[in-house]
């Protein structure tokens, strides 16, 4: 694979997330299939497989469209933004609309965030940027969606400061943060590069009263890559739909995964789904579903070359993993961890796991309820119950 290539196509402005997995697995393909013309996840999936078949929700907004250029936004790179696109978020009616943000790089204090309200759309231009200035703080959010709901934010790139960050302490500095907010879409936008995580959805506490999940939410055409903790950390939840998008590159601080699944303080992830998503190069696990997590599917996505296991699961209940290709993880592809239950594993292709050891005697053995299974591609440990493992698939 030549990685020059790759790193200069993942930061080329403007590019959509199917127009650089087409380029990048054509760089890293050998040159018999690096010609291949057809959809861009059947090159990285099983043959015929294409993009996901969604609808995009209808969210409530107001029909006024306005500029950030009419309220200040420079776009230079140099000038800082910040107050001017939240003047022109601040100037929408009740009712709502859509922000537009032309091309450029525009400098974003992430200590105060742009933060976002009801019925709304901030729209990027593809040539948009949305960069973090250099901070020291434990704690930013680039794009604060915070007990809204009705939200859209769509185009360009957003951009951490981890190369520039004046700090080492701390995890949380994150390009998107979803909370407590209901009916919201993040779609055709590019994340790197953050002190903590790419994306958070997660719930929001409140005074005196219950916590409130984010619900509703639509994740669709991402790449979320290169942030320190996470590519995509899922907290209190309430029905999560994400779609062909990539996590990759997580490196930096624990637990440096593309996805983790982690309901807060005994507050369940609830039905949350994962299709035709692509998960590699994290420095430990590709996905962790944890901590009681509810109700998760992960289907039709390809989970490769990440520093240790491929998927686990921990204290996951009613968990569906299907149709998945799982290759070339450090560590065991599937590992099915104490307390999980109710978990069904079918139709899925896993091959070249656990390659720490280089190249390892892979021999086939029995297990009670199972037809036969690859030890270094899947594992079950610990107490866990009313685990279905059908027919799956390896080499």
Known sequence: MRKNELARLACEPGMARRDFIRKSFAIALPATLAGFSGPVMAAIT??????????????QRGSTVLSVKNYG?????????????????????????????????YLINALTS???????????????????????????NIVYVNKVRDVEISGGRIVGERDGHGGSAGEWGHGIYVRGSS???????????????????????????????SSNVLVANI??????????SVGFVRDVKVYDSE???SNGATPQCGIDIEPENGNTAYKVLFENCLVRGNARYGMLLYKGSQGVTVRRCTVENNGSCGIVTA??????????????????????QDGTRNCQVSSNTSYGNYNRLGAVSRTPFQMSGWSSKIERDMLIRGSTSDIRITTNYYR
């Open 46 to 59: 099983s043959p015929g497989v294409t993009a996901s078949n969604y609808t995009l929700p209808v969210l």
């Open 73 to 105: 936004a420079v776009g230079d790179g140099a000038h800082d933004d910040t107050a001017s696109i939240q003047r022109a978020i601040d100037a929408l009616p009740a009712s709502g609309g859509t922000i537009t943000v032309p091309a450029g790089t």
């Open 114 to 140: 742009i933060k976002l309200r009801s019925y709304m759309h901030l729209k990027l231009s593809a040539d948009a940027k949305l960069v973090a200035k250099p901070n020291s703080a434990e704690r930013y």
């Open 183 to 213: 009916n919201v879409t993040v779609r055709d936008i590019h994340i790197s590069k953050c002190w903590g995580d790419g994306l958070v959805i997660a719930g929001a506490t409140m005074w005196q009263a219950a916590p409130i999940p």
């Open 223 to 232: 790449v979320s890559t290169g942030s320190r903790r996470q590519g995509l």
């Open 247 to 249: 996590f990759s590159n």
């Open 315 to 336: 204290n996951a209940v009613a968990t569906y993993i299907a149709q998945n290709t799982i290759r070339n993880n450090s560590a065991t592809g599937l590992f099915i």
